[in-house]
């Protein structure tokens, strides 16, 4: 079984983001970037199912600028055999590569690396859109898992425990199909100096979006990007009457 | 709680911009060498440092070390989660990161060793002894070892899963090694008998690896006395062929200021086998070896403690508010400013960054100095390298442990009373740094090392190493009008370093006192000189981005100001020192005992 697994290069999530002078975006010149928390969830749960016996192959695959290839390096290192860079200059964010563009990229590379499973982020950590897998799937038409905090496979059927609102789904898809990581999935493993060794010998190829037959011009513009208002100061309730009280009938909420 | 975050930045800048630190992928057995690939791994081992190590740095400070009696033969517990951490550390390959890829390491160069280190001891200083002390084993014995020992120790302790110790003191002696009890008597099977006390050995005992191996000073019984009778063996807490208990055995452990997680022990030694390494009555040339690795070593738990604490003096001094900046108030909307508008503040963090910035670019060049003496296919280069390296140790290991407990004073001073009480975790700092100023050599034998024995070495040939360099750096930039203000200064130190110099050698070959007076104040001029270098080095680098319009505008900006900084308000240190070297041994030692 072979397992694609998308990542993006994001913020560090260590980062204090801090807005642009001009309100056009966030400021990334000289942040730390890294990969994506549930992209990094995503490798290790593709590298858990390899060391499992269950997969045979793990393609990495990142959308983003010549510096992308450091988070493909470090999916190596964790543990896919090879990645591929799809490479744009332009911001992989909402009025730059939007979540459509990212799903037909992705789509274009399925159908060449055909692989069973495509395990990804369920959102990143930068937009926060949360679209791209589902987008994904229903381009290919591959049945999808979303959120998950439990996967197994077998016999060409990957069964997932998806979080949802009221507590957990547990559905069983065939494969192929796609799958998108909550935090609970797994904890991600550190790297190990061998690995990330050897990740520097693995196989990474560079391409562009003209040769997968892509357009990333935007469909949507950017008005405005700002911080959000500071939050007001809480205040303390004396009593579970007190609390009840105000919910009533100050916030009215119920 | 005390925050830390790797300086990647910092560390990058030093490695590539300043140190060109790539270039090493020239040498035999670097190919692989990369600035892409120093980067992954710092990136990757930073995370370890500060997500596993650092956690678990208060926690062990305040549980402590633990003796326990098992079955007669007592055991150390380190402190909760250490054992996981170690683990994490080991399966990672993280201990066996510079050794020889013949014997199970990772090959890589010391430079990414020494950057590797820093961020360890910011992170757990603690923590850090153990493998530190594993790879001076490792070092030790891959160069004065035969084949037979390398095979059976180096690959153990190259993955992590055995330690090392380096056992020197015993009650009686400290710095004077010559006053070494311990005795070594040959046995029929080629093994050795050794019987002794040794005191204060750090990670004698702990529960971290499956085995302790001790690198142990003794004497054979026909040896000469003082320091020209001591051999070096390697004594096994459990013997190689069928892991039986080796009789050596941990008596207690102290309970001390600081580092309080990593064990120090008392380490009884009763007819323990142990085998010969290197020739008999050379071992201390043996454990020289594996000192000024050590000694390196230390100078980096100088910089790592001085760098997290500058961080967290750092982020108190813009956070505490207290009375208003002296010109007005700076935030009105608050009910103060915070305490970094403050002059004297503002001090005692430039002060900390002056020198936690100088003192990695300092302690980097030395780590790749290394790399090209022990590297480099032509011999007089590695030779020259190797001078360099030995020169600078004493240096780096005084100035930087003097210093690191510097930085920490100053960082408990920034948070007041609060940085007194143990809450913040910052008071830590100054307790665990303290010990580096005492081990491998207090700081005054290091003083003792530089005019003693590095100075006359060669007739000087080891300072001009140093002098031609940065003679010829002079020369090169002293036209430059955007550097003036850094050259300069440069400039009139290291002509008075020059002066104190000649004065020392003169005077001292005459009379040794008087280059034992002079020694600690020459050091410090002496490096205050090497870190005025470093930041003329920096703000050269930091000019030409800026001029070519590269990078990080504000980063290199910060630079020029704190080479600045540097220039005016730390480096005029050299000349009171200078002034302190020239005046002579006479008011030093006019006081007869009973006049003090
Ligand atoms: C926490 C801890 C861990 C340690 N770990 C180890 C270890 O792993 N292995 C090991 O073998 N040892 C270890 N030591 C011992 C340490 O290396 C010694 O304490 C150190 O070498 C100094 O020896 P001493 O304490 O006997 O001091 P002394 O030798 O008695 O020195 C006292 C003072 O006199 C000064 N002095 C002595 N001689 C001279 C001189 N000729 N000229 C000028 N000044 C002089 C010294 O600089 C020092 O300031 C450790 C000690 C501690 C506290």
Partial sequence: MKILVPIKRVIDYNVRVRVKADSSGVELANIKMSVNPFDEIAIEEAVRLKESGKATEIIAVTIGPDKAQEQLRTAMAIGADRGILVKTDAPIDLGGVEPLAVARTLKALVEREKPDLVIMGKQSIDDDSGQTGQMLAALLGWPQGTFASKLEVNDGKVTVTREVDGGLETLTLTLPALITTDLRLNEPRYAKLPDIMKAKKKELEITDPSALGVDYTPRLQVLKVSTPPERKGGGRVSSVDELIDKLKNEAKVI | MPVYSAPLDDIRFVLHDVLGAESLSALPG?????????????????????????????????????????????????????????????????????????????????????????????????????????????????????????????????????????????????????????????????????????????????????????????????????????????????????????????????????????????????????????????????????????????????????????????????????????????????????????????????????????????????????????????????????????????????????????????????YGGHGYIQEHGVEQYVRDARIAQIYEGANGIQALDLVGRKMPQGYGRLLRRFFHPVQRFIEENGEDEALQDLVFPLARAFSKLQQSTAMIAQKGLKDPVEAGAASSDYLRQFALVALAWMWCRMGRVAQERISAGQGDKAFYEAKLKTARFFMQRMLPEADSRFKMAMAGAESLMSLSAEEF
């Fill in chain 2, 30 to 414: 670097y190919e692989e060498f990369s600035a892409d690939l120093a980067d992954q791994i710092l990136e990757e081992g930073s995370k370890i440092c500060a997500e596993v190590l650092f956690s678990l740095n208060q926690s062990g400070d305040q549980e402590g070390c633990v003796l326990e009696n098992g079955d007669g033969l007592t055991s150390v517990r380190t402190p909760a989660g250490f054992k996981t951490a170690y683990d994490t550390f080991r399966d990672g390959g993280w201990c066996g990161i510079a050794c020889d890829p013949a014997y199970g390491g990772m090959g890589m160069p010391h430079v990414i060793n020494t950057a590797m280190k820093e961020m360890i001891c910011s992170a757990n200083m603690s923590f850090g002894m153990y493998p530190g002390l594993s790879y001076g084993a490792f070092e030790a014995i891959h160069k004065f070892g035969d084949e037979a020992l390398k095979t059976i120790y180096l690959p153990k302790l190259a993955e992590g899963v055995w330690s090392g110790t380096m056992c020197l003191t015993e009650p009686q002696c400290g710095t004077d090694l010559g006053l070494i009890k311990t005795r070594a008597v040959p046995q029929d099977d080629g093994s050795y008998a050794v019987t002794g006390t040794k005191i204060f050995i750090s990670a004698g005992e702990h529960d971290l690896t499956e085995n302790i191996i001790h690198l142990v000073l003794a004497r054979l019984p026909d040896a000469p006395e003082g320091v020209k009778g001591i051999s070096l063996f390697i004594v096994p807490k459990f013997l190689p062929d069928d892991m039986s208990r080796n009789a050596v055995v941990c008596g207690a452990i102290e309970h001390k200021m600081g580092i309080k997680a990593s064990s120090t022990c008392v380490i009884n030694l009763d007819e323990a086998k142990g085998w010969l390494i290197g020739e008999p009555h050379k071992g201390l040339r043996a454990m020289f070896a594996m000192m000024n690795d050590a000694r390196l070593g230390v100078a980096m738990q100088g910089l790592g403690i001085a760098e997290v604490a500058y961080q967290n003096g750092l982020a108190y001094a813009k956070e505490r508010l207290q009375m208003r900046a002296l010109d007005g108030a700076k935030f009105p909307d608050k009910p103060a400013d915070p305490i970094i508008v403050h002059p004297d503040v503002r001090r005692m963090i430039l002060i900390s960054k002056g020198f936690t910035e100088g003192a990695r670019a300092l302690s980097y060049w030395i780590g790749m100095e290394l790399d090209i003496s022990l590297k480099h296919p032509d011999a007089d280069t590695r030779q020259a390298a190797d001078d360099i390296v030995a020169l600078m140790t004493p240096i780096l290991k005084a100035y930087q442990t003097d210093m690191g407990s510097e930085v920490a004073n100053l960082t408990v001073q920034i």
